[in-house]
């Protein structure tokens, strides 16, 4: 992923609320499509929507498969209709939601001898992290550090989250970590 503009927001966001209001029927601006270079890149990216504070929809990639402006688009419409937690949203509440994006760096793997040696090596509240263990799999993005703080609780809540007791560890398991370039809407 090649580096992003510091006003990136000012784009990805309008995309996402674009893909939502043609699907949804909704007037839309008249977007040209991708301008700029960097919106070509394949990239991996969250779409996070807001009713009142509250979750309302999220989905997103943790590969690069698409380009970003694509991978944007593609996210916001799955959070909007397709996020199996919500019903599919409807036109009238697209005023009332507030929509932020998360783009992944590529991710790393976090090499470890030991769940010991994993949590040494997590960064508390920058690292998003994934976890694969054979047909078990997570993911948490860097905010969840604000509900799990600790790197042992954000472990244990991944594996949780993943299918398997909180204190099970094979020396098996796969983890990556990627950092995140995140934009919200006020």
């Known amino acids: ?16 609320r674009q893909s939502i209001a043609r699907a949804l029927g909704g007037e839309t601006a008249n977007f ?17 929507l807001y009713r009142e504070g509250q979750p ?13 402006h694509e991978d944007i688009a593609n996210n916001a419409l799955r959070a909007a209709l397709h996020d199996p937690c919500f019903s599919p ?19 790393e793997p976090i090499p470890a001898a030991n769940e010991e040696d994993v949590l040494s090596r997590l960064c508390s509240g920058t ?10 799999h997570g993911n948490f993005l860097p905010e969840m550090w604000e509900q ?12 949780y989250k993943s299918g398997l007791p909180p204190d099970f ?18």
Request: some cysteine; hydrophobic content about 45%; proline content about 10%.
């Open 89 to 107: 949203m409807t036109l009238l509440e697209l005023n009332e939601i507030r929509i932020e994006i998360a783009v992944l760096s590529p991710p």
């Open 127 to 136: 690292d998003g992290v994934t976890f694969r263990y054979g047909h078990h």
């Open 148 to 159: 799990y703080p600790e790197p042992k609780e954000f472990l244990a809540w991944l594996k």
């Open 1 to 16: 992923m090649t580096t992003l503009p510091a006003d990136a927001g000012c784009i990805l966001l309008p995309i996402a």
């Open 169 to 186: 560890w094979d020396a098996s398991i796969e983890l990556h970590r990627y950092s995140v370039s995140l934009w919200r809407e006020t």
């Open 32 to 48: 040209p499509g991708p301008a700029s270079a960097w919106l070509l890149h394949p990239a991996a990216s969250f779409v996070s």
């Open 56 to 68: 309302r929809g999220r989905t997103g990639t943790l590969r690069p498969s698409a380009p970003l």
